[in-house]
């Protein structure tokens, strides 16, 4: 059966720009949840503190919880190949830091869709990174997740991978047990895609989710792709609680049940507060026991 974490969305700022926030107090709020784990960011300010990591996995697992994922932001598609080697060493940084957080999955992505960056330039850049830490990957027991993102909350540009037919792309270049994909339906919605369609193409593949859903404030998806470049998301681009957005969950849990998906399934959520957050969490565990009834 899947189980569920929680990613603090709602508090990055908190957490990672002005440190308003420590990690304990995230993780003493977030354990009110009906959660088997939490979802840690690479850039939360705490953890670049020798000890720190360590600290926060027995502060998680004494409240029975765990830290699976790690959530981080490689930039694999710039044209210099001193940057992508630095950005290279990152992601065995972060893979590392995953390990020590006690957690199985590290994510990755593409990079940032850069306008002098061909889409076979591209495709080639992140692939060949993404292979370039494989082999430290196998080492710490961890598998790279590749997520069909939107965009980083601290990036200038979009997803270089972000529509659906450069994503599976990507994909396809990459065949190793320690590689999947981590599908987030929400996405999709943004590159003008639908989400059900990407997930047919890549369920097999599929092994950790971030769950979420979406509206647009104001305007259209015009709109919002008008404003890609502007560093960070969007303003009119919202998050909303899970099941009163656009997403159908009923027909993603049906299609990840179909193809025997256990993994962890995270709640990117709360901006609205974190009622909406136990809510979220409320609506996501109720579907997982309607899809995985025999693995109660």
Request: aromatic share 10%.
């Amino acid at each position: 059966m899947p189980k569920l974490a929680a990613f603090p969305k709602a508090y990055m700022d908190p957490l990672c720009v002005d440190g308003s926030m420590t990690i304990a107090e995230w993780i003493e709020l977030a354990s009110k949840l009906d959660v088997d784990g939490l979802e840690f960011y690479s850039g939360f300010l705490e953890l670049s503190r020798p000890g720190a990591a360590s600290a926060a996995r027995e502060q998680v697992e004494e409240r029975g919880l765990s830290i699976p994922m790690l959530c981080c932001s490689p930039d694999f598609t710039h044209p210099d190949a001193a940057f992508r080697q630095l950005e290279i060493d990152k992601e065995k940084h972060w893979i590392d830091l995953t390990a020590e957080l006690g957690g199985q999955f590290c994510r990755v992505l593409s990079g940032q869709r850069r306008p002098e960056v061909s889409r076979e330039e591209g495709i080639a850049y992140a692939s060949d990174c993404i292979h370039a830490c494989l082999p430290h990957a196998a080492s710490a027991g961890v598998t790279l997740i590749l997520e069909n993102h939107y965009k980083d909350n601290y990036w200038q540009y979009p997803e270089f991978a972000q529509r659906m037919d450069v994503f599976c792309d990507l994909v396809a270049t990459i065949d190793s047990p320690h590689f999947g994909v981590n599908y987030d339906p929400s996405n999709t919605f943004l590159a003008g895609e639908d989400p059900l369609e990407l997930l047919r193409r890549v369920k097999r593949r599929v092994v950790t989710m971030h769950a979420s859903d979406r509206y647009l404030a104001e305007g259209t998806i015009e709109d919002l792709r008008r404003e890609e470049d502007s560093v960070g998301y969007a303003k009119r681009l919202r998050h909303g609680e899970i099941g009163q957005g656009l997403n159908d969950y009923d027909a993603i849990f049906r299609e990840l049940a179909d193809v025997g998906f256990d993994g962890w399934i995270s709640i990117e959520d709360g901006v609205d507060g974190f009622e909406q957050l136990q809510r979220s969490a409320a609506f996501l565990r109720q579907k997982i026991r309607q899809y995985w009834p025999a693995m109660e």
